[in-house]
C-alpha cells in the first residue's frame, strides 16, 4: 500500500508541475503582451514566469521521497524561515477562514431565534 500511496503522491506532484508549467507559459503570454506599455512590468512579470518554469522543471524531476528529503533539509538548515512561512500560511488560513460566508445552519438560526 505504501507503494500505490506514493505513486499517487507522484502523480500528483506531477500534475501539479504541468498546472504550473501552464500558469508560466501564460505570464510569459501576459509579459509579451506588456511589453508594448508597460516594458518595465513585463520585465518583472517575464522574470517571475522564468523562474515558475524552472520550479515546475524541477518538480517534474523529483519523487514525493525527494521533496520530504529537501524540504527537511529546509528546515535543519533554515528554520527560522520554515517557522515564518508557517506562520504567514497560518495567519492567511485564519483570515480566509475568518472572512468566508456564515454556514447555512448559523443563517436558518438566527432566523428562527429572532421568531
Do not use: H, W
Not at 500511496?5 to 508549467?21: C, F, H, I, Y
Not at 528546515?75 to 515564518?84: E, S, T
Amino acid at each position: 500500500m505504501t507503494n500505490q500511496v506514493k505513486e499517487t503522491l507522484d502523480r500528483q506532484v506531477g500534475s501539479g508541475a504541468e498546472v504550473m508549467g501552464q500558469l508560466a507559459s501564460s505570464t510569459k503570454r501576459a509579459a509579451e503582451d506588456l511589453d508594448a506599455n508597460a516594458p518595465i512590468v513585463a520585465g518583472v512579470v517575464r522574470t517571475f514566469a522564468n523562474r515558475l518554469d524552472g520550479y515546475a522543471d524541477d518538480l517534474r524531476d523529483r519523487s514525493v521521497d525527494q521533496l520530504v528529503l529537501a524540504a527537511s533539509d529546509l528546515a535543519r538548515r533554515k528554520p527560522g524561515l520554515v517557522f515564518g512561512l508557517a506562520a504567514v500560511a497560518g495567519f492567511l488560513t485564519f483570515r480566509t477562514l475568518k472572512s468566508a460566508p456564515p454556514a447555512p445552519e448559523s443563517i436558518k438560526g438566527r432566523r428562527q431565534g429572532a421568531n
